[in-house]
């Protein structure tokens, strides 16, 4: 419930607004949403006292006085409704679409770290989250910086990134780039995964409830009470801090004693020095390597084993295939938001050689 602590905040300042403006049918929606969020004594007196000025104007009005109050409020509720964003939350969005370059997008160096370019993330997708931001253009802005970190994140798609520059650049070489280039899609992110599900893994689903904000005197603060945590750190003695390190200690003790336990894969689908020796499967063709004892050790059935070669095969290749669109879409959008028609020209007809192949291969 402390995760919607801020939206709730936001619809009680809306709901004061309207308050003293006398638009008491606005007021009461607002403060009965914010107790939905989160269920406050506040909320509770304010829907009290709107009730109470809502049946005194009422009375005191004339029939055909209360409708043409009902005509405009109508109307102020129609135009209310539909620009429910702040002007912070709609120069977010405006920045975002004026960026050329994924590093641009999340605000930082071309030396910032995974740490950086994920804090970078988080404090950018609360702002654009299109469940909080209702600015036109968010949920594109919200999508780019999903983009831009997936990217970023990757290492060896960064580094690709890093070599051919930033987008227009590399668009005209990503013909190039992509005849020659391999990249580890085994990094974890779903097939397919959404602007949506790239937020949840981030926060673990929904807003995240580590760190909430507080709006006072026209400026956030930390929610955390420090005085409280320094008044418990002095109490904790060295006994109770072994007790909370030791569940550390044993995990990085059996993960040790684990990797003595733990086998070297029967197959590469690289060649390396340890992998050295080429083998195609029966079904799909796929190469794979393994080692020069591989005939005299392996005991299992080759025909499972190759199965797994070309379902690895195909993953790779799908997860490949997500990014080569999520790149087409992002230029795409790009265009657009610049009214550049040769550049959404060249963006539609970039070439996805992963996705082919996955065609290729399903319908072998």
Not at 322 to 345: C, H, I, P, V
Request: with cysteine; charged share 30%.
């Amino acid at each position: 419930m402390d995760s919607n602590k801020d939206e709730a905040e936001r619809c009680m300042e809306l709901a004061e607004r309207y308050l003293r403006e006398k638009k008491y049918e606005e007021a009461e929606k607002f403060v009965r949403k914010a107790q939905k969020l989160y269920p406050t004594k506040k909320a509770e007196d304010v829907l009290a006292k709107i009730t109470m000025l809502s049946k005194q104007n009422q009375k005191s009005e004339s029939e055909p006085t209360v409708r043409k109050r009902q005509t405009t409020t109508k109307e102020a509720t129609h135009t209310q409704t539909s620009i429910e964003y702040s002007k912070d939350q709609l120069e977010y969005v405006k920045r975002i679409k004026k960026c050329k370059d994924y590093y641009e997008i999340l605000g930082v160096t071309k030396e910032a770290t995974d740490s950086d370019i994920k804090k970078a993330y988080k404090k950018l997708a609360l702002q654009l989250h299109p469940d909080k931001n209702k600015a036109p253009g968010a949920a594109e802005a919200f999508k780019a910086i999903g983009n831009a970190v997936a990217i970023l994140t990757d290492v060896e798609k960064r580094k690709q990134y890093d070599m051919y520059g930033p987008e227009e650049e590399r668009m005209q070489n990503v013909q190039t780039r992509q005849n020659h280039a391999h990249y580890n899609y085994t990094r974890g992110f779903e097939t397919d995964i959404t602007a949506e599900e790239l937020f949840n893994m981030f926060f673990g689903g929904g807003f995240p409830q580590q760190e909430f904000y507080t709006r006072r005197s026209g400026r956030w603060a930390r929610q955390a009470d420090a005085q409280a945590q320094h008044a418990h750190s002095q109490q904790t003695n060295g006994y109770t801090t072994f007790l909370q390190m030791l569940p550390v200690l044993l995990l990085i003790l059996l993960t040790m004693m684990s990797s003595f336990f733990i086998s070297d894969p029967v197959y590469s689908l690289h060649s390396n020095a340890k992998y050295s020796v080429l083998r195609t499967t029966q079904g799909l063709k796929v190469p794979y390597y393994v080692k020069e004892n591989f005939h005299t050790e392996y005991q299992g059935s080759l025909r499972r084993l190759e199965i797994s070669v070309e379902e690895e095969y195909l993953n790779n290749l799908r997860h490949a295939c997500f990014r080569e669109k999520s790149y087409r879409d992002t230029m795409m959008w790009k265009a657009r938001n610049f009214g550049d028609q040769d550049l959404f020209f060249k963006a539609k007809n970039i070439e996805l050689p992963s996705c082919k192949r996955v065609q290729d291969l399903q319908g072998a």
